[in-house]
T-cell receptor
């Protein structure tokens, strides 16, 4: 499985944008980039996913580098409820492997 | 209540005892995953079911761990001869389909297992 590298922790002020980076230099052409987040005492929840093009949804935006070796999850206006651990995961849909491999993620702290 | 349900939410047991953890997935979801999460770590993959069959059990740590999904819906994770190192939160997730490009996971809130 291709690996991802994320900073252990980040801080942001409330109502400011947050850019969470993820490096995945060994990504393959059939790896989708998925982001999940885990709020305290809860299971992870889906945030967004993409393959090559930038993606937007109601929760966040995903910016994917042209060479696909890195990506950035963008929260446009951080709120206190966005404080969580954010996981960047690669999943190769063509390999027949359907498991998601989580790393240790980035712990986001949002300051009031 | 359309979410993934896990029971019990908390389980305290003694070393050497047998434990069962149950997962009720979202109705109609064919894929079901079990993960284990220790404090400060990300979820660790244990096993994946597609329907009734275990399509990938490569994450089960040893033969004390076993999981079943006999009717393709509810799943039970079984741990024999529990050890203190088995203490963790056990997470279950379901997905409309494990195959294909999307396969968004819906997680339950987990079962916290403490082995004394």
């Amino acid at each position: 499985d291709a690996k991802t590298t994320q900073p252990n922790s980040m801080e942001s002020n409330e109502e400011e944008p947050v850019h969470l980076p993820c490096n995945h230099s060994t990504i393959s052409g059939t790896d989708y980039i998925h982001w999940y987040r885990q709020l305290p005492s809860q299971g992870p929840e889906y945030v967004i996913h993409g393959l090559t093009s930038n993606v937007n949804n109601r929760m966040a935006s995903l910016a994917i580098a042209e060479d696909r070796k890195s990506s950035t999850l963008i929260l446009h206006r951080a709120t206190l409820r966005d404080a969580a651990v954010y996981y960047c995961i690669l999943r190769d849909w063509a390999s027949g492997t359907y498991k998601y491999i989580f790393g240790t993620g980035t712990r986001l702290k949002v300051l009031a | 209540g359309a979410g993934v349900s896990q029971t019990p939410s908390n389980k305290v047991t003694e070393k050497g005892k047998y434990v069962e953890l149950r997962c009720d997935p979202i109705s109609g979801h064919t894929a079901l995953y079990w993960y284990r999460q220790s404090l400060g770590q990300g979820p660790e993959f244990l096993i994946y079911f597609q329907g009734t069959g275990a399509a990938d059990d490569s994450g089960l740590p040893n033969d004390r761990f076993f999981a079943v999904r006999p009717e393709g819906s509810v799943s039970t994770l079984k741990i024999q001869r529990t050890e203190r190192g088995d203490s963790a939160v056990y997470l279950c997730a379901s997905s409309p389909s494990g195959t294909g490009k999307i396969g968004e996971l819906f997680f339950g809130e987990g079962s916290r297992l403490t082995v004394l």
